[in-house]
């Protein structure tokens, strides 16, 4: 696991980009529950960070695909691949995200 952010740094409703083990990672704060997952769309590699966020829904700015940021799954069309998504855990105040196995 790798201590990512303060959990206080990101309220509810937002998302934060950020660099672990050289891959570009987006952390989704959705009621109050945190999530990982790849921030590049998997249909045209955009960064899922300068989309929005509605709900459970991250929408790719570039053609508007989304995806489920709980499962990483693509919900509308043009994606078809799913993203990477990362366990999350919280300790001590910080959101940690395991990277692998």
């Known amino acids: 696991m790798v ?3 303060p959990m206080a ?3 509810e409703g937002e998302m934060a980009a950020c660099r672990i083990a050289g891959e570009e990672v ?10 990982a997952l790849s921030n590049l769309c998997s249909h045209a590699g955009q960064r899922l960070s300068t989309g929005r966020l509605d709900g459970f829904r991250i929408h790719c700015p570039l053609h508007r695909a989304s995806f489920d940021v709980r499962t990483g799954m693509p919900l509308s069309a043009p994606a078809s691949e ?4 990362y366990p999350v855990t919280l300790a001590g105040g910080k959101v940690n995200v395991q990277m692998s196995g």
């Open 9 to 11: 740094s990101l309220t």
């Open 26 to 35: 987006l952390i989704v704060n959705v009621a109050g529950e945190y999530y």
């Open 3 to 5: 201590a990512v952010m």
């Open 82 to 85: 799913r993203l990477k998504s």
